[in-house]
């Protein structure tokens, strides 16, 4: 099965899709205090004050509401990167900090399910996959800014704009999961800190001053 394929299409009426939402809150609620493979249906739909069978009508197993719960936190974390408020080295740096800042800020409120996700992707290929697919979206849209960075003559124009996504890209999401998810080994960090020193590593990497 494909990432995908554990995705339904959404209910058609408002009422299907509160009980939906619902259902995913429960399940969050459930996974982050039991863990993946400790948590059971009847859990979530204790959690959710409903029964199997409406739980049924939206999702079929387990992994289907995982999926659909890592989906929506995605949607937020996948926010918008440098655009055409970007004129010169200044205002590059204040969108390159903005964008650090908003997706770290995101990956800490939602530090658990993504220490989740690095779990379950080690044993679970089609959760492998999804991971991968996430990170793909995130190296894409990074890209894509660097390129319009480059575009306006506010960062090195000899880059390659995919090869510095991936870089930049693993760099600050491997630096967030050790902060944020990682179960072991978790230090505390002066946030401002970690986004001012996150922030410069792009811009020394972009040769972006301000």
């Known amino acids: ?59 079929k197993t387990k992994e289907e509401i995982f999926a659909a719960l890592l989906e929506t936190v995605q ?27 908003a997706y770290l800020a995101s990956y800490k409120r939602n530090g658990k399910l993504m220490g989740l996700l690095e779990e379950v992707a080690l044993v679970d290929p089609v959760f492998g996959d999804l991971r991968q697919r996430r990170a793909d979206a995130f190296i894409s849209r990074n890209a894509r800014n660097i390129a319009e960075l480059q575009k306006r003559g506010v960062a090195d124009p000899d880059l390659d704009p995919e090869l510095t996504a991936r870089a930049l890209s693993a760099m600050v999401s491997r630096t967030a999961y050790r902060y944020f ?30």
């Open 75 to 101: 949607e937020e974390m996948l926010h918008p990167g440098a655009g055409s408020e970007v004129v010169d080295a200044a205002s590059a740096y204040e969108v390159l900090e903005a964008s650090n800042r």
């Open 1 to 59: 099965m494909t990432p995908q394929g554990l995705l339904r299409e959404l209910p058609p009426t408002d009422r299907g899709a509160r009980r939906r939402a619902a259902l995913i809150a429960a399940a969050r609620k459930v996974f982050e205090r039991s863990g993946y493979v400790n948590t059971r249906l009847s859990d979530i739909t204790e959690e959710a004050e409903c029964s199997a069978g409406t739980f049924y009508t939206y999702f």
């Open 181 to 210: 998810a990682a179960a072991t080994g978790r230090k505390r960090v002066n946030f401002d800190k970690l986004v001012e020193t996150i922030t410069r590593i792009w811009a020394n990497a972009l040769r972006i001053t301000p």
